[in-house]
């Protein structure tokens, strides 16, 4: 079975913070992705990698930032949280192919910002 | 850019009825890939269906079906004999052929109420 793992399941973390929410698989994946989910919006993308220190956009990186130093693991950084990133983050990772990829998630991580 | 609409923020049904998830999507693309997500309560999203745009026989997997109608853009999740265990978040999602990303629906949250 996929696994994919984040470090918390929640976390409350101060304004002004620099706040790192970690993610591993243990499925040999190229591709590893950061999500945040706010209701009435879906998930949204932050960040991708589809190789070890190799990074892409999403649709809403400001304010983020990420690390891929070992293809098990991706790692995404508030530099300097604020309220406005309160919100559940989910790690997903898949294989790359040429067809469909389906993606494994993680638990998610719930932050809140104080 | 892909965008993917689900229109029912919320849907309710008692337990043995059969459900409809609607979902819609805008693309110019003609091979992509369309999924069907699902978020348990306090548990991690899982795939629950997928369906390649070039096939015209509709996806099934079990109790799951979708009716795919591609001139009109529409991806609808059918549950069939619902059960307490489908209560759960259902997202849409798109996937360009040859891409790594994901666009996800808003969201429905749905009840199977016993």
């Known amino acids: 079975d996929v696994k994919v793992t984040q470090s918390s399941r929640y976390l409350v973390k101060r304004t002004g913070e620099k706040v790192f929410l970690e993610c591993v698989q243990d499925?040999?994946?190229?591709?590893m992705f950061w999500y945040r989910q706010d209701p009435g919006l879906g998930l949204r993308l932050i960040y991708f990698s589809y190789d070890v220190k190799m990074k892409e956009k999403g649709d809403i990186p400001e304010g983020y930032s990420v690390s891929r130093e070992k293809k098990e693991r991706f790692s995404l950084i508030l530099e300097s949280a604020s309220t406005n990133q309160t919100s559940m983050y989910l790690c997903a990772s898949s294989p790359q192919r040429e067809w469909y990829n389906e993606q494994f998630f993680g638990p998610g991580t719930r932050l809140t910002v104080l | 850019a892909q965008t993917v609409t689900q229109s029912q923020p919320e849907m309710s049904v008692q337990e043995a009825e059969t459900v409809t998830l609607s979902c819609t999507y805008d693309?110019?693309?003609?091979?992509?890939?369309l999924f069907w997500y699902k978020q348990p309560p306090s548990r991690q999203m899982i795939l629950v269906i997928r369906?390649?745009?070039?096939?015209?026989q509709n996806a099934t997997e079990n109790r799951f079906s979708v009716n795919f109608q591609k001139a009109a853009k529409s991806f609808s999740l059918k549950i069939s004999d619902s059960q307490l265990g489908d209560t759960a978040m259902y997202f849409c999602?798109?996937?360009?052929?040859?891409?790594?990303?994901?666009?996800f629906g808003q969201g429905t949250r749905l009840t199977i109420n016993p």
């Open positions: 369906q390649e745009a070039y096939k015209q």
């Open positions: 693309t110019s693309e003609s091979n992509y890939y």
């Open positions: 999602a798109f996937m360009k052929q040859g891409a790594q990303k994901l666009v």
């Open positions: 499925m040999d994946h190229e591709n």
